[in-house]
């Protein structure tokens, strides 16, 4: 699969570990002689291209006052160029960068919300947002 893992069979199925190019090598057994014919087709699986929007809070249920962090560190918009990263804590505040730390006022529930935006060429998406709901304890 081009990560070390080897698997069998008509159809198969893979999470890759990484976000990176990889090499799968298609090797094709005859039935009928058991000969194997190697490399028989390589086909390229590039991660590197695709937009991933995602973030992660260090934890969904905080309380008023306590610092909660947010980390968008694997999100990419490989087709566009600075790209910057936008927080609104629909609270009032926002702000921006891949790992950020914010401290709720008042109790409720919040939906964060994270939007990629960046600038490239005419194939760079305008902007991608994700959201979470927050918890937030007296």
Same mark, same amino acid.
């Given at each position: 699969?081009?990560?070390?893992?080897?698997?069998?069979?008509?159809?198969?199925?893979?999470?890759?570990?990484?976000?990176?190019?990889? %090499? #799968?090598?298609?090797?094709?057994?005859?039935e009928? @002689?058991?000969? /194997?014919?190697?490399?028989?087709?390589?086909?390229?699986? *590039?991660?590197?291209?695709? %937009? #991933?929007?995602?973030f992660?809070?260090?934890?969904? @249920?905080?309380? /008023?006052?306590?610092?909660?962090?947010?980390?968008?560190? *694997?999100s990419?918009?490989?087709?566009?160029?600075?790209?910057?990263?936008?927080?609104?804590?629909?609270?009032?505040?926002?702000?921006?960068?891949?790992?950020?730390?914010?401290?709720?006022?008042?109790?409720?529930?919040?939906?964060?919300?994270?939007?990629?935006?960046?600038?490239?060429?005419?194939?760079?998406?305008?902007?991608?947002?994700?959201?979470?709901?927050?918890?937030?304890?007296?």
């Amino acid at each position: 699969m081009g990560d070390g893992t080897l698997l069998t069979g008509p159809v198969v199925s893979h999470c890759y570990q990484e976000r990176k190019l990889y %090499t #799968v090598q298609l090797d094709v057994v005859e039935e009928a @002689t058991g000969a /194997v014919r190697t490399a028989e087709k390589l086909i390229p699986v *590039d991660f590197t291209k695709e %937009t #991933v929007v995602n973030f992660h809070p260090s934890t969904d @249920t905080v309380r /008023v006052g306590q610092s909660i962090t947010f980390d968008a560190a *694997d999100s990419q918009l490989p087709l566009c160029s600075n790209v910057v990263v936008l927080w609104d804590f629909r609270d009032g505040y926002v702000t921006n960068g891949r790992q950020v730390a914010h401290r709720f006022r008042r109790a409720g529930q919040y939906t964060v919300r994270m939007s990629l935006r960046g600038n490239g060429p005419g194939s760079c998406p305008d902007s991608h947002c994700v959201s979470r709901i927050i918890v937030v304890l007296p």
